[in-house]
């Protein structure tokens, strides 16, 4: 980006708000400067090497002085907008198709802007936690996916991790904003993000940019905006759960300093005796500015990204929330139509990853990961969302499986299905109905796609309850193209099957295309 100021220009983006009166005394004497001072600024994803949307409007915003025109050129267009009393300016680019061919886009009033190497393409958001946020450096494949990534029509960037007591105007970005992929740089890239880059840009030849704002560790009520959780009745337990934090945090902070100082101590006297310390950190306690704050990540990490044109979001998360799995639905459901709302681009597709098997506390064999799947699985009823079932691909004993590969290519599936028509397979064997006969279940599944197959030798997964409610391993056989057929002789009388219920199971039926079947339901009643 270059700038040609007759005032000095303000930087291309600014830190979100900061706690504390220090930071609230500093925007004060902001609001109150010369207005001469304030310089043409686009907003912060508008920078060099940016990918804009293609197909759909694009809106180009910033700041400058209040009363001020800008005139904003590119892919011969010119737009011109006058900064409100703010100072935030806005124009609207007509839809554009895809370029390969690097272009300038230009912000003139007082000063002028230049951002050079603007393409168009498909432009994603990339969101959730730890498992999304996985750069490639971290993966197994990570040699051979480095090594071949030169492509300079795949781009990322990625956002600071922030937290905000409100939604923010602008943000930063990690390294130098968006990033072209090369054995240089992307071994940093989300790498679930990457894989699905790489086949739609390989599917479609377009360039695809990556927003990539994630968090590792972070719940769903963080991501979700001040509006949605505000209006809605059913999320009213967050605020005072949140509250309740608040006012217990002076004590629970006293507590934490005590213990990091102990814990310090043992540390040091551990490795002055050359002995092994692997004695836990202390956690910090929530409290003001953490990233648990509820709407504290979308006010610092996606606020300051809307209106930008994005085709859709991609987005997993859910393992911080698989203790609340009865509330998770209500919530996520919240989360996606607020962004929607926020966006202002209509029901734009929204495709998340299902938790994949994994043993929380080595308890393979409970079930809360199951209620949370569950939860994910309900939100398909809101339009435009598909998800990638990972139930084959997980690590009983990581949580951070390195196998990232196969999700990003699973999303990329549900993208060039639904938005771009490819005729490929996007998802797994689904149960359509399930019928007793006698002391047997039949099961007949949907999307069976070439018909069933049980990989792994076994078809291990499938539970049958009485009336008693307990389950029982089944034995599963598979009829035809798409019929399971269960029997169990601990249940001579079944009213009740499972499939794939447990935190890490061993689920070994899919279907042809080698997509993993959906787990459930749950035992009704």
């Given at each position: 980006?270059?700038?040609?100021?007759?005032?000095?220009?303000?930087?291309?983006?600014?830190?979100?708000?900061?706690?504390?009166?220090?930071?609230?005394?500093?925007?004060?004497?902001?609001?109150?400067?010369?207005?001469?001072?304030?310089?043409?600024?686009?907003?912060?994803?508008?920078?060099?090497?940016?990918?804009?949307?293609?197909?759909?409007?694009?809106?180009?915003?910033?700041?400058?002085?209040?009363?001020?025109?800008?005139?904003?050129?590119?892919?011969?267009?010119?737009?011109?907008?006058?900064?409100?009393a703010s100072g935030r300016w806005s124009v609207t680019l007509d839809p554009l198709p895809a370029s390969a061919t690097?272009?300038?886009?230009?912000?003139?009033?007082?000063?002028?802007?230049?951002?050079?190497?603007?393409?168009?393409?498909?432009?994603?958001?990339?969101?959730?936690?730890?498992?999304?946020?996985?750069?490639?450096?971290?993966?197994?494949?990570?040699?051979?996916?480095?090594?071949?990534?030169?492509?300079?029509?795949?781009?990322?960037?990625?956002?600071?991790?922030?937290?905000?007591?409100?939604?923010?105007?602008?943000?930063?970005?990690?390294?130098?904003?968006?990033?072209?992929?090369?054995?240089?740089?992307?071994?940093?890239?989300?790498?679930?993000?990457?894989?699905?880059?790489?086949?739609?840009?390989?599917?479609?030849?377009?360039?695809?940019?990556?927003?990539?704002?994630?968090?590792?560790?972070?719940?769903?009520?963080?991501?979700?905006?001040?509006?949605?959780?505000?209006?809605?009745?059913?999320?009213?337990?967050?605020?005072?759960?949140?509250?309740?934090?608040?006012?217990?945090?002076?004590?629970?902070?006293?507590?934490?300093?005590?213990?990091?100082?102990?814990?310090?101590?043992?540390?040091?006297?551990?490795?002055?005796?050359?002995?092994?310390?692997?004695?836990?950190?202390?956690?910090?306690?929530?409290?003001?500015?953490?990233?648990?704050?509820?709407?504290?990540?979308?006010?610092?990490?996606?606020?300051?990204?809307?209106?930008?044109?994005?085709?859709?979001?991609?987005?997993y998360q859910g393992e911080s929330n698989a203790g609340k799995a009865d509330r998770y639905h209500e919530l996520f459901?919240?989360?996606?139509?607020?962004?929607?709302?926020?966006?202002?681009?209509?029901?734009?597709?929204?495709?998340?990853?299902?938790?994949?098997?994994?043993?929380?506390?080595?308890?393979?064999?409970?079930?809360?990961?199951?209620?949370?799947?569950?939860?994910?699985?309900?939100?398909?009823?809101?339009?435009?969302?598909?998800?990638?079932?990972?139930?084959?691909?997980?690590?009983?004993?990581?949580?951070?499986?390195?196998?990232?590969k196969d999700v990003g290519r699973r999303l990329a599936r549900l993208a060039l299905a639904r938005d771009f028509g490819?005729?490929?397979?996007?998802?797994?064997?689904?149960?359509?109905?399930?019928?007793?006969?006698?002391?047997?279940?039949?099961?007949?599944?949907?999307?069976?796609?070439?018909?069933?197959?049980?990989?792994?030798?076994?078809?291990?997964?499938?539970?049958?309850?009485?009336?008693?409610?307990?389950?029982?391993?089944?034995?599963?056989?598979?009829?035809?193209?798409?019929?399971?057929?269960?029997?169990?002789?601990?249940?001579?009388?079944?009213?009740?099957?499972?499939?794939?219920?447990?935190?890490?199971?061993?689920?070994?039926?899919?279907?042809?295309?080698?997509?993993?079947?959906?787990?459930?339901?749950?035992?009704?009643?």
């Amino acid at each position: 980006m270059t700038t040609s100021p007759a005032l000095p220009a303000l930087p291309a983006s600014t830190p979100a708000p900061a706690f504390g009166l220090a930071a609230r005394l500093f925007a004060l004497l902001l609001a109150s400067a010369p207005l001469g001072d304030a310089a043409v600024t686009p907003a912060p994803l508008f920078r060099d090497g940016a990918v804009l949307q293609r197909d759909k409007p694009l809106p180009v915003w910033g700041s400058a002085a209040p009363g001020e025109r800008v005139t904003v050129s590119f892919a011969g267009q010119t737009k011109s907008a006058t900064a409100d009393a703010s100072g935030r300016w806005s124009v609207t680019l007509d839809p554009l198709p895809a370029s390969a061919t690097p272009a300038t886009l230009t912000l003139a009033g007082e000063n002028t802007v230049t951002l050079s190497d603007i393409l168009v393409g498909e432009v994603w958001l990339a969101s959730g936690q730890s498992n999304m946020e996985w750069p490639i450096n971290h993966t197994y494949d990570r040699a051979l996916d480095v090594a071949g990534s030169a492509n300079p029509l795949i781009r990322h960037i990625k956002v600071t991790r922030r937290v905000a007591d409100a939604p923010a105007d602008t943000t930063t970005f990690d390294r130098s904003g968006w990033e072209a992929a090369s054995p240089a740089t992307t071994g940093q890239f989300s790498a679930v993000a990457y894989h699905f880059a790489r086949d739609l840009h390989a599917v479609l030849g377009v360039p695809v940019g990556i927003v990539n704002s994630t968090w590792g560790g972070t719940r769903a009520e963080a991501w979700t905006d001040p509006d949605t959780l505000a209006s809605s009745p059913g999320l009213a337990y967050i605020a005072k759960e949140w509250g309740d934090s608040l006012a217990s945090y002076p004590e629970r902070k006293a507590k934490f300093d005590a213990d990091l100082a102990a814990w310090e101590q043992r540390k040091a006297a551990a490795e002055a005796a050359g002995q092994a310390f692997t004695e836990r950190r202390p956690g910090v306690p929530w409290g003001p500015g953490h990233q648990a704050t509820p709407s504290g990540l979308y006010n610092a990490m996606i606020a300051p990204l809307v209106p930008y044109a994005i085709r859709g979001a991609i987005w997993y998360q859910g393992e911080s929330n698989a203790g609340k799995a009865d509330r998770y639905h209500e919530l996520f459901s919240a989360l996606i139509t607020g962004w929607r709302a926020r966006f202002g681009q209509g029901d734009f597709p929204f495709y998340w990853v299902q938790l994949a098997n994994y043993a929380p506390g080595g308890r393979a064999s409970d079930t809360e990961w199951a209620f949370l799947r569950e939860a994910q699985t309900r939100t398909l009823a809101l339009p435009a969302t598909g998800q990638a079932v990972t139930l084959d691909i997980g690590d009983v004993r990581d949580i951070h499986p390195r196998t990232k590969k196969d999700v990003g290519r699973r999303l990329a599936r549900l993208a060039l299905a639904r938005d771009f028509g490819l005729q490929v397979v996007d998802r797994g064997p689904e149960l359509a109905s399930a019928t007793r006969e006698g002391a047997a279940y039949r099961l007949v599944f949907g999307e069976a796609h070439g018909g069933l197959i049980a990989p792994l030798n076994e078809l291990s997964g499938f539970e049958l309850a009485g009336e008693d409610r307990v389950f029982h391993p089944a034995e599963a056989k598979i009829e035809g193209r798409d019929t399971v057929l269960l029997t169990s002789p601990a249940v001579p009388e079944p009213v009740a099957v499972r499939y794939a219920w447990r935190n890490a199971p061993v689920a070994g039926l899919f279907n042809r295309e080698g997509l993993p079947a959906v787990p459930g339901p749950p035992a009704p009643g």
